[in-house]
């Protein structure tokens, strides 16, 4: 997906295309647009160059050799474990998510700047159910912008939703509250 935002006259356009080869055309389209507005906004102003210091930890170049099979067998690992340790959680619904970008700008005052950034995630929802004794509902997910943090990140993230998910079993109804 590319971005194109034009600035003429303190005034926006902006365009969006999925496909490179109609990207100038994309630029022409938002410059139309900037021309087309008649509400300049002073503050609409592009900067000139200025010394900019990278943001540090955006992306992990381990990113670069991940596989979807890479991402299942996390899953499998997920999966596994409840089976093993944990049967009597039922899962209701699971995720994993992994994003990977690239952005730059340029601008007509000799700006030119770019970066990557990556982050994979995992969600998942449950609850643990022992004959017609059944827990409550229960979520929980993380996510890293480094690949060796997530994995460990997961691992202590969903064993603890594991066992919250088996600390509502034996759930008793408690007297109401009025206040």
């Not at 990207?23 to 022409?28: C, D, I, P, Q």
């Not at 087309?36 to 670069?64: H, I, K």
């Not at 994995?151 to 969903?158: A, P, T």
Request: glycine share 10%; hydrophobic share 35%.
């Amino acid at each position: 997906n590319f971005g194109v935002r034009v600035i003429e006259n303190n005034c926006e356009g902006f365009m969006t295309t999925n496909d490179p080869g109609t990207l100038f055309e994309s630029v022409k389209q938002a410059k139309i647009l900037a021309l087309a507005q008649n509400t300049p906004d002073l503050s609409m102003e592009l900067p000139y160059p200025q010394q900019v210091s990278p943001v540090e930890g955006l992306y992990d170049n381990a990113f670069d050799d991940i596989y979807l099979n890479d991402i299942l067998n996390l899953a499998s690992g997920c999966m596994e474990l409840k089976k093993s340790e944990f049967g009597k959680v039922n899962i209701d619904s699971g995720s994993f998510s992994f994003y990977k970008g690239f952005k730059h700008i340029s601008s007509s005052k000799n700006i030119s700047l770019s970066e990557m950034e990556a982050a994979i995630s995992a969600g998942y929802m449950g609850m643990a159910v022992d004959g017609d004794d059944i827990g409550s509902f229960d979520h929980d997910g993380c996510q890293s912008r480094n690949l060796t943090d997530f994995r460990k990140l997961l691992g202590i993230n969903y064993s603890e939703f594991l066992n919250r998910c088996m600390g509502c079993l034996g759930s008793r109804t408690i007297e109401g509250f009025k206040g």
